[in-house]
């Protein structure tokens, strides 16, 4: 099972690539979200080995806590959430204009756009929380405050994380076909609830969630577009 984590990274930026090259319109916002997603990688640590302890290329994970496959893997995830909701519901961007960016409902623009960040740090220092949920939480409450200033954008935001759950558990389950034991061997669940859905862990799924909520509206909102229907 050595390789497992690599090539279901790889998997992932296969479907990131394939959505880049077939979907012209999208690319500019798939990239610009995939470089910001990238640093996401640098959290492993908080979650190797308190969340999971899974095999890596050169046994980085185990020796250092970081691994090459969650660069690869936040890469992917971060381009595909943002355009996921637009392909499937023939949507495209328009950019709002700037008096309308003077509304009073965008006065904590800058602030939302960083909730996730801070709750996370504030319930990982004050609480004894294991870190998978720290991010979830503070996921959940970005994405619900996102609609404080962007209400138009609570279709983006709400399918947008059932959309991704979904292609989440395809491709988590998948790899469940081939190794079963994948996560009974490296999931730390007795740090966790111990809950499976078909054998992947609910903190996947509800991770997969929250991620889908806050970044699937999350270029919308920091680029100041808003959405509009297209023919194709």
């Not at 969340?51 to 595909?80: C, N």
């Not at 355009?83 to 509304?103: A, C, D, Q, T």
């Amino acid at each position: 099972m050595q390789y497992v984590w690599f090539i279901w990274s790889l998997i992932i930026l296969a479907l990131w690539t394939v959505i880049y090259l077939f979907k012209i319109d999208s690319r500019k916002e798939m990239l610009k979200m995939s470089l910001i997603t990238i640093p996401f990688g640098l959290t492993e640590p908080l979650f190797v080995p308190k969340y999971w302890l899974p095999p890596s290329l050169f046994d980085l994970a185990e020796k250092t806590g970081f691994d090459i496959e969650s660069f690869i893997f936040s890469f992917a995830i971060g381009g595909i959430v943002t355009v996921l909701y637009n392909l499937i519901f023939k949507r495209g961007l328009v950019e709002i204009p700037r008096i309308e960016r003077s509304h009073n409902k965008h006065r904590l623009h800058i602030y939302i756009l960083f909730i996730p960040v801070i709750l996370f740090i504030l319930l990982a220092l004050f609480t004894s929380l294991n870190h998978i949920y720290c991010g979830i939480v503070g996921l959940f409450v970005g994405g619900l405050a996102t609609l404080y200033c962007r209400p138009d954008l609570k279709g983006k935001i709400w399918v947008g994380g059932i959309l991704f759950t979904v292609l989440y558990f395809i491709y988590f389950g998948s790899i469940l076909i081939f190794y079963p034991l994948y996560v009974e061997l490296y999931w730390n669940l007795d740090n966790l609830t111990h809950i499976l859905v078909l054998g992947i862990p609910i903190e996947e799924l509800l991770f997969a969630f929250t991620f889908g909520m806050y970044w699937s509206g999350l270029y919308e909102h920091l680029y100041w577009r808003k959405l509009i229907k297209t023919k194709a």
